[in-house]
Structures are given as C-alpha cells and as structure tokens.
C-alpha cells in the first residue's frame, strides 16, 4: 500500500470534448465552472448529492453535463447506487457523450438490474453501445445471456465487437462457441485479436485447436521484421465523437503482432493438457523465434509449461537480444531445469543485471538448486541484494527451509528486507503458525518499519483470534505516528477479521478497548471498519473535500485547457531514452494534478522502475523501491472510459483510493485493467525507451510543462 491517513483527493470525470467540439462549444460561465468544482468536491468525498448531479447534467454547457452523468458512477457502488435511475435515464440521452458516460457509469456501479438497459444500448449508437458491452462485461456471468447474444448478432461496428469480445473473456466458463467465429480469417484484424485475447487471457481449454489453427494461417507463419517497429505511434486524443475511449484498441496495423503474441500465450500447458500438448508446443518453438519480443516474451511463459520439452529453447532464450525477454525466459526455467547447480551455473553470464540474476536464483531455488552465489547475496551490503537472496529461498518448495531463512532475517538492519521476511515466515500455510513463529510474528508488531507491521498484521489475519487484539490494539496505536497508513489499515482489518471469526471470545473489557477507539479521519482506515458491529460508531468511509477554491483551480488549470485541447506534457528522463508523456487533464484532474507537482518538486529523481513486468508494465514512483513506499498521503480514484492501450499510463494501487506517486506504464494492450485503476496519461513518443526499460533502472528526471 502506498498512503497514509490523510486523504487528499481524487474525484473524477471524463469529460473530454471532441476536436470538433472545441471549435463550437462555448466558453463556460462562472457558475458553471463553479459547479464543476462542486461535482469534482463530490465525488471527492464519495457523497452523493441530488441537487448538484440534477444542475449539472439540466446544464447546456456539454462537458458539465458529461462530467455529472460520469461522477455517478465514480462515487462507487455504495454512494452511487442512489445515482442509477438517473444514469438509466441518461442511456438515450440525446448527447451522445453524456449517454456513454452514463453506460460507463452502471458498469462501474455493476448494476446487474440495469442488465435489459445495457443490453437494448448495445444495439444502438456506436458510442454508447461500446461502454454498454463494457458496463456488461463488469457485470460478469450474470450478463452473459446478453453478452451471447450480442455477440451473436454481430455488429458491424469493430469497437463494439471487440468491447463484447473482451468482455465475454470475463465470463466463465468463457463462451468460446460464441468467440469462435471472430477468429475466421476473413475478419477484421483488431477484431481477430480481441477474439483471440478473449480465448488465451484465462486460457481457456476450449479454444486451444482455434488458436493453433489460426497461428498456422500463412498471415501468421510469414512474421517478419516489419512488426517489430509498428506500434510506435499514439492515436489522435480525440475521434469524431469525443475522447478516445473504447476504438483506442482498434489499430489493424499490429493486430497481427498482437494476435502471435495471444496465440503464445493461449498454448500453456494448462490449456492444452496432453491431448493438444504436442501441437502446441511445435507453435510455440517457431514463436519463441518470433520477430516481436512480445510475441518472444509470451512463447517462453508457456514453454516453461511444458517442462523438459521447452529446455533447449528456454536455454537459449537467455541469450536473446532483448533484455526482457531473457528475464522471462530465465523466470520461466523453475520447472525445465533440475535440481543439478551445474546446469544452472552456466547461464549465470548470459547477463549482468540484478534481476535477471535474481530472477536466475529463484527459479534455480524453485528446481530444488541452491546455486553457491546465494550465501554471497543474504551477506551483500546493498539491501537489494538481501531482499533477492530471501526471495529466491522463498521460492524453493521447503517451507522449512524458507521458514529458517526467513527468522533470520528477522534481524537485518534494514526494514525492507525484515517486512519480506515477515512475508516468506509462514509460506501460504493454511493451518495456524506454531508457537515459535507466532510469538515472532508477535514481536514483528513493534518493528520500526510500518509496512514490516503491515506485513505481519496481514500474515496474522489469517487466523485472527481474540487472543491477539492486545497486541494488535498496541501495534494501532504505534501505527498513528507513522508516515503511511498501512499498518493502521492492516490492523483495523486485523480487529474486523478477529471480530468475525472469534467475537465469543472478546472479554467485555476487549470489548471496550475496541468500541473506544477513536475514529480515525482516513477514509481508507474507516473503510477497514466497515460492516463490523464492534466499530459501528465509526463514521462512513465519505471523506471532507478540500476548499471549493481548490477544486475551482483545478478546473481553471487542468479540466477548461484539456477541453480545449491544451493538454499537459512530461518527460521522463531515463539512460534508455527519453519517454513523452500527454497527460489527461480533463479526464483524471486531480491524478495529473498529483503527478505534476510531485514532479515539480524533484520526488521522482533518482527513483528506480522498481517493477517491470515484461510484455505487462513499467512501475516506478516508490521512494523506498521495494513497492510499498508513498508520497505520505493518498488520493481518491478517477476512473474514466479511456483503456489501457500500448503506453497507457495507470496510478498504482494497492486497493481502492489508494494512489499516491506510484504509477505504470503499459507495454501492450491491457484491456484486464480498464475501470480498474485511473488512466492519466499516455505515451506520445519513446516506446523504444519504454520496451528497453528493466527491473532497477533509474528516472533521472521528470520534466513538465
């Protein structure tokens, strides 16, 4: 988690006009700026009001009445539902923005009752039926009879097709006799690939024999150096009809590339099982040579499914010319290679950077090899090093061996590597800790280290008992001078979880301890106390907004120049090149806002890209860098119709309204995370930069303008 009790804000429109638009829309009153304010403060405190929702989407200043018809859903399923009339209203409204705004809205809220609205939308305009299928796909099984249906019928708009693709890959089983046919080689390409998407996500078993039948097409079989640079390129920020949300995934040009990339990563062994294992395995051979190092990346993971049978090409991946893919090749090797160091050993050269080798270390550790460098690394003086010895012993399958390992770095100097061992002490034991590792878990509860508490909180929860509230009760009140909310968070659940599991067992003098508590003014605290009884005093998770002039000024410096076309830029400078950011003012004002100024200030100087996932993101923004750090505060959410595309930028999170400095950048096409984390930005140049970009490496700066 990466924030602390005070909440500063986020609320959240997307309210951005079109391009024609700005030339025709008029400038707004007074008034009207003044009541975007409002609404921004609103949603800000997750408290729905009536009066102003009503003022602003009756409003004839078009980007308010977008902003209104969005801010209902934003509020989140327990402040919004008293929204949803108004938004089923709002389906056929005559502006086309507000309407699928309003389609957005119910998925956010998972209206499953607005299932018959949604469903007649899909059939309707093109914008508005492609947050339709999305609202649907949030929905999940229990909109899948209209999801079939639609996709049966067959709509003529590619969006809308690939919006009810992606959002059948929610539902399960996945209905591939209904996906099947978007795979025929006579559609669309964006389309074919958000077929083929929807079957490989979850790898779903049945769609295994298309995969493979589509990966020998010769559009397919005759990959060449021409897809490796195709992508690098951003949309226009608006369409015919408004922002880009929903169309931003129909590119054609790389649908191709996309689609080898899905195909490899369809074929894991745990959708092919042993039936179609052989046939999968021959695609994958001639992908793990494909020109895309996306389509390289994928094709590893799923050999590495395959145990012995992918060796030689795993092996050889270690050697590939892209960094990231021989870290997934090299991640990919725990069950290929045996127990024998002396395999391992050579591939130690192959490169020279901390994850690669760390990454080296752990799967060697999950083989059952214990390579000699390891007893070096839990001695290094960089703490980085510390924390990857720990775990690469936490991946080997000794859960006595680890839990060793992990009581002795019980006693490591920096508070990083104990909250890992913490997590590494008991493995994913189902039953309680014994006794030894229970009282360390106890004594954990006065690390200095808050996320270390944090950690042990959460390990403890597992088995909450009433028995160990004192103690909890001592760790909260600690937790109140610390910089992050973690540890306060992690023990308010601690008491939830122990509540509910184990209230015969508090004594009317627990009890009181528990029900004197004093509310805590974080929302995300209050949140923790939710539904438990013993905390009914506490009040809602609604938290107080700032000043109106504070939301008045957002609105004058970020919201009225994006609408008109004047968006923020930044530059995030790294030694693999420069990344060039546009920034979504009008769509996420108060996460652009955050950005910027931690920006100005100097905080993201020196930080490092702490997480790289390849062929997934790029994360930095983490003062501590192991991933659990923060700027000290935490900002609402704002979610907004714009999707995860190549180079889409996402704030980080550890669970809802939890931003804070962490952000992410996307490699490829992430249609999993749409609604889910705040969009801010995307990427205008630099993709080779990004796609270069590995665990560890450093920001030099980041410049805005």
């Known amino acids: 988690m990466r924030s602390i009790a005070v909440s500063i804000a986020a609320s959240a429109f997307a309210a951005s006009a079109s391009l024609a638009q700005q030339q025709t829309v008029r400038a707004p009153s007074e008034p009207e700026l003044g009541l975007y304010a409002g609404l921004m403060a ?8 009536k009066a102003i929702l009503d003022n602003a989407v009756g409003s004839s200043w078009t980007p308010l009445r977008t902003a209104g018809a969005l801010a ?55 914008r508005v039926a492609r947050e339709a299928a999305w609202a649907l796909g949030e929905i999940g099984n229990l909109a899948g009879v209209s999801i079939g249906r639609a996709l049966r019928k067959r709509s003529a708009d590619d969006a809308t097709a690939m919006q009810l693709l992606l959002a059948a890959a929610k539902l399960r089983p996945v209905p591939v006799p209904d996906i099947r046919p978007y795979l025929a080689t006579g559609n669309k390409l964006a389309v074919q690939w958000a077929a083929a998407y929807a079957i490989a996500r979850f790898r779903a078993p049945d769609g295994v024999r298309d995969l493979i039948t589509l990966a020998n097409e010769p559009q397919f079989v005759r990959a060449s150096s021409a897809d490796v640079r195709q992508g690098e390129f951003a949309l226009p920020n608006s369409s015919a009809d408004g922002p880009v949300t929903a169309e931003a995934y129909v590119i054609p040009q790389v649908a191709h590339q996309r689609m080898r990339a899905e195909i490899a990563r369809g074929l894991a062994k745990q959708a092919a099982g042993d039936s179609l294992a052989e046939q999968s395995i021959v695609v994958l051979l001639r992908l793990s040579h494909d020109p895309h190092p996306h389509v390289r990346i994928n094709a590893a993971r799923s050999l590495g499914s395959y145990g012995a049978r992918g060796r030689g090409t795993l092996v050889a991946a270690t050697r590939d010319p892209d960094a990231n893919v021989r870290i997934a090749a090299v991640q990919s090797l725990g069950t290929v290679l045996d127990s024998i160091p002396a395999q391992w050993q050579p591939l130690w050269q192959n490169d020279t950077s901390l994850m690669y080798r760390s990454s080296l270390l ?55 590597v104990r ?7 008991t493995g994913n034991d189902t039953l309680p800790p014994p006794a030894s590792v229970h009282a360390a878990l106890i004594g954990g509860l006065a690390d200095p280290d808050f996320y270390a508490r944090a950690t042990v909180l959460g390990t403890l929860s597992r088995h909450a008992r009433a028995a160990d509230v004192p103690s909890v009760l001592a760790s909260y009140a600690k937790s109140l001078a610390d910089s992050g909310n973690d540890a306060r968070i992690a023990a308010i659940q601690y008491i939830a979880a122990s509540w509910k599991r184990d209230s015969a067992a508090f004594t009317p003098a627990l009890r009181q301890q528990v029900t004197s508590l004093r509310p805590s003014g974080d929302p995300l605290v209050r949140a923790a106390a939710e539904s438990v009884s013993v905390l009914a005093s506490w009040p809602s998770t609604s938290g107080n907004p700032r000043p109106p002039s504070w939301y008045l000024d957002l609105v004058r410096t970020y919201v009225v120049p994006a609408l008109r076309g004047e968006t923020q830029r930044a530059t995030i400078r790294t030694r693999r090149g420069d990344i060039l950011l546009e920034l ?20 993201y100087r020196g930080t490092g890209f702490h997480r790289v996932v390849p062929n997934f ?74 796609d270069a970009l590995v665990q560890g490496d450093r920001i030099l700066s980041i410049e805005v303008q």
């Open 42 to 49: 609103m949603t800000d405190s997750r408290s729905f009001d």
């Open 72 to 126: 209902i859903g934003q509020l989140g399923p327990v402040h919004g539902a008293r929204g949803v009339p108004m938004l089923r209203a709002l389906l056929v409204d005559q502006d086309v923005l507000v309407a699928s705004n309003a389609a957005y809205g119910l998925g956010l809220l998972r209206d499953s009752a607005s299932i018959a609205a949604l469903a007649l939308a899909v059939d309707g305009r093109p």
């Open 362 to 416: 752990a799967s060697a550790s999950r083989a059952g090899a214990r390579m000699p460098v390891l007893s070096d690394w839990m001695r290094h003086t960089d703490w980085h090093y510390r924390a990857a010895a720990l775990n690469a012993i936490g991946s080997a399958t000794d859960q006595a061996g680890v839990t060793r390992a992990a009581t002795a770095m019980l006693r490591d100097a920096d508070g990083r």
């Open 419 to 425: 909250a890992a061992a913490y997590g590494f002490l």
């Open 584 to 603: 979504f003012g009008a769509d996420a004002p108060i996460t652009v806002w955050n950005f910027m100024n931690l920006a100005r200030t100097g905080y």
């Open 617 to 690: 993101v790029a994360q930095d923004g983490d003062p501590r860098d192991d991933g659990n750090g923060g700027p000290g505060y935490a900002i609402r959410d704002e979610m907004n119709p714009r999707r995860y595309e190549r180079g889409a930028v996402g704030m980080a999170l550890s669970g809802p309204d939890t931003g804070g400095s962490q952000y992410f950048i996307t490699h490829s096409p992430q249609p999993h995370l749409d609604g889910h984390y705040t969009v801010f930005g995307r990427v205008l140049r630099g993709y080779s930069a990004l």
